[in-house]
């Protein structure tokens, strides 16, 4: 069992930056892929970034390729998404979710657990 727990979210203007990360607890943080996704208003859920349970795979939807970045920090069981250049269309509720089987996908029902998800908010 892994409990997620994101954080970091706000308002920002158009333009800017802001990190979100997600703390895990749990066992064996390290041996799970990990993913953000978003959800906007009225909208489906979808993917944004996954990463390797190592880190050395990561891969992003192409509307935040070159904008965003994942990354995470296994001894501090926690993931991170940083988001540059952020455009009113990247409002949503950012959730981090984890795969127990180790796979760098895009198809949230590979995800086994998730957290409850944090604003972020760009203004225009």
């Known amino acids: 069992q892994v409990q997620l727990v994101e954080s970091g979210g706000g308002l920002v203007q158009a333009g800017g930056s802001l990190s979100v990360s997600c703390a895990a607890s749990?066992?064996?943080?390290?041996?799970?892929?990990m993913g953000w996704f978003r959800q906007a208003p009225g909208k489906e859920r979808e993917f944004v970034a996954a990463?390797?349970?190592?880190?050395?795979?990561?891969y992003y939807a192409d509307s935040v390729k070159g904008r965003f970045t994942i990354s995470r920090d296994n001894a501090k069981n926690t993931v991170y998404l940083q988001m540059n250049s952020l455009k009113p269309e990247d409002t949503a509720v950012y959730y981090c979710a984890a795969n127990a089987r180790v796979v760098v996908t895009s198809d949230s029902g590979e995800y086994d657990y998730w957290g409850q998800g944090t604003q972020v908010t760009v203004s225009s």
């Open positions: 749990g066992r064996a943080f390290s041996s799970y892929a």
């Open positions: 990463i390797s349970w190592s880190g050395d795979s990561t």
